[in-house]
């Protein structure tokens, strides 16, 4: 007679998209379960509950129990811990979200952008009515929103994938004469 709850915590747990579940007695990567599931990526799947108090118009406070699922992509190399639950996920669903991320972080990186420039034409509609009295002071205004846009692009870089690249020399062959 075996102890059957120690062999149960003792498993890693497979969630199949159509609702099959497999249990895993063994440490394996994630790389092998891929294999063998093609088209599907391995996703750890982490269960938070949140406790929150609302205030109701009469002031009694209610608790409230949030549950959370949070879902991280594994990558191949990475192996399936013994008493995680893990969950298949398509590579149709992986690129919905993914597409779904970008565009999140170009709308916001636009309306920061845009509350950039309505600051700075804010700046520029001040600047007309001291205009006559001194003309050093543009110079360090337009440096300081130069730093401005400077920082800004330094916290968000651009997220079309660009980085810096390392300098490389340019080989040019020799031709060497059989002599």
Excluded: F
Excluded at 108 to 122: G, I
Excluded at 128 to 147: F, H, R
Excluded at 163 to 168: G, M, P
């Amino acid at each position: 007679m075996g102890n059957c709850q120690a062999a149960e915590a003792a498993a890693a747990v497979v969630q199949h998209p159509g609702g099959r579940v497999e249990r895993l007695y063994w440490a394996t990567s994630a790389a092998e379960v891929m294999r063998a599931n093609p088209g599907h990526y391995v996703a750890l799947v982490t269960l938070r509950v949140a406790e929150e108090r609302h205030e109701n118009a009469d002031g009694t406070g209610a608790r409230r129990t949030v549950r959370l699922t949070h879902v991280k992509l594994l990558k191949p190399k990475e192996t399936l811990l013994l008493g995680h639950v893990y969950r298949l996920i398509t590579s149709h669903e992986v690129t919905k979200a993914v597409q779904a991320r970008k565009e999140e972080k170009m709308t916001k990186a636009r309306q920061q952008l845009q509350q950039l420039e309505s600051s700075l034409s804010r700046q520029s509609k001040a600047r007309p009515a001291a205009d006559d009295d001194v003309d050093v002071d543009e110079d360090e205004d337009d440096e300081a929103s130069l730093d401005a846009i400077g920082t800004a692009r330094r916290r968000h870089p651009p997220s079309s994938g660009t980085r810096h690249q390392q300098w490389r020399p340019s080989l040019h062959s020799i031709d060497e004469d059989a002599s």
